[in-house]
């Protein structure tokens, strides 16, 4: 038995057992907002799922050759790294990434449950290797009881990881997401975790999903939740008609209907200075069957560094960089 499952269960059953009369915060004083951003300047990082198809190696080079800081690296079933084997492929992922050059800041996840037998070796193998911040997975409404009864459900498990987080040194970001996820409208989001401390549990907040659930009232949204915004998400899309039928189309960063001068003049006057995890949504030369693996890399490095240079024009302009 791995030496950290004795004393998760311990910690686990303790905090759970707080976290179950979470309305009286101040049976969580340690918890409560102590902490702010952290980060000095934006750092630029691309989702490593987009780059699925080489290996750690191969994608530490491209990211490095694209112009990244590193990449947002996926530790989840069927990513770059398998969380069921973390403690021995996390640190040689690092050791890769790392020899070329490249930080390796941030990592997505499906963390979601405090107490699965994962979660407190992935959160201490990461925190061990430098890793600040990590995604947690997404979490779905149970059709058969009120939303106000999900909330109230969920509660004990995002106080208990955000005291994880704070036992080992590392934030944990809930992504917002378009659809019928916890999250998507973002104001549930906001009633899921006020009152933990943002320095160790937020969101990881994605304009692209804000827009397409928020239409011109996402701003709302971003305010309510700028306190616990520890890393963002860049990539965008339009809504178009296809077939007699409206449906979200992706597009390149700046050719689609975000209007990021507005969104980077909000993180301006917020001070909001965090990673950035740049997605590549739209269709992308690895799924072109035609082209073998090296020209896949060519052109998939083209594409990437045109959003890169995009974004960067686009936040230079707001004076964000």
């Not at 530790?75 to 996390?90: A, Q």
């Not at 704070?166 to 009152?195: C, F, M, R």
């Not at 039928?245 to 050719?255: C, D, F, L, V, Y």
């Not at 689609?256 to 006057?269: A, C, H, I, R, W």
Request: aromatic share 10%; hydrophobic share 35%; with cysteine.
């Amino acid at each position: 038995m791995h030496p950290l499952l004795n004393s998760r269960r311990n910690f686990i059953k303790k905090a759970s057992l707080a976290a179950s009369v979470y309305p009286v915060y101040s049976n969580f004083s340690h918890l409560m907002h102590s902490g702010n951003n952290t980060e000095t300047e934006f750092s630029f990082h691309v989702f490593s799922k987009h780059l699925q198809f080489l290996d750690v190696a191969e994608m530490a080079e491209t990211v490095k050759e694209i112009g990244f800081d590193g990449p947002d690296l996926a530790v989840r079933p069927g990513g770059h790294v398998n969380p069921e084997k973390v403690t021995v492929e996390l640190p040689q992922a690092v050791k890769s990434i790392k020899a070329v050059g490249l930080n390796v800041k941030m990592m997505t996840t499906k963390i979601t449950n405090p107490d699965d037998l994962n979660t407190e070796i992935i959160l201490k193998t990461a925190s061990d290797l430098g890793i600040q911040y990590y995604r947690m997975g997404y979490l779905k409404y149970k059709k058969e009881i009120s939303i106000e009864d999900n909330l109230l459900k969920l509660k004990p498990d995002i106080w208990t990881l955000a005291a994880l987080n704070k036992k080992y040194g590392i934030h944990g970001a809930y992504q917002n997401h378009s659809g019928t996820y916890v999250g998507s409208p973002l104001w549930d989001l906001y009633e899921l975790i006020k009152g933990t401390d943002p320095k160790w549990l937020g969101c990881q907040y994605d304009i692209r999903h804000a827009v397409v659930e928020g239409g011109r009232s996402w701003p709302l949204g971003l305010n309510l939740l700028k306190a616990h915004i520890k890393s963002i998400v860049i990539k965008d899309f339009k809504w178009g008609e296809e077939n007699g039928e409206w449906k979200i189309i992706n597009t390149p960063i700046g050719e689609g209907m975000v209007d990021f001068k507005k969104y980077f003049k909000l993180l301006k006057k917020y001070e909001i200075k965090v990673p950035v995890s740049v997605h590549f949504e739209y269709k992308m030369p690895e799924e072109d069957d035609s082209l073998n693996k090296e020209e896949k890399k060519k052109k998939t490095i083209e594409v990437m560094k045109k959003d890169l240079t995009k974004l960067k024009e686009m936040m230079k302009s707001a004076e964000l960089i």
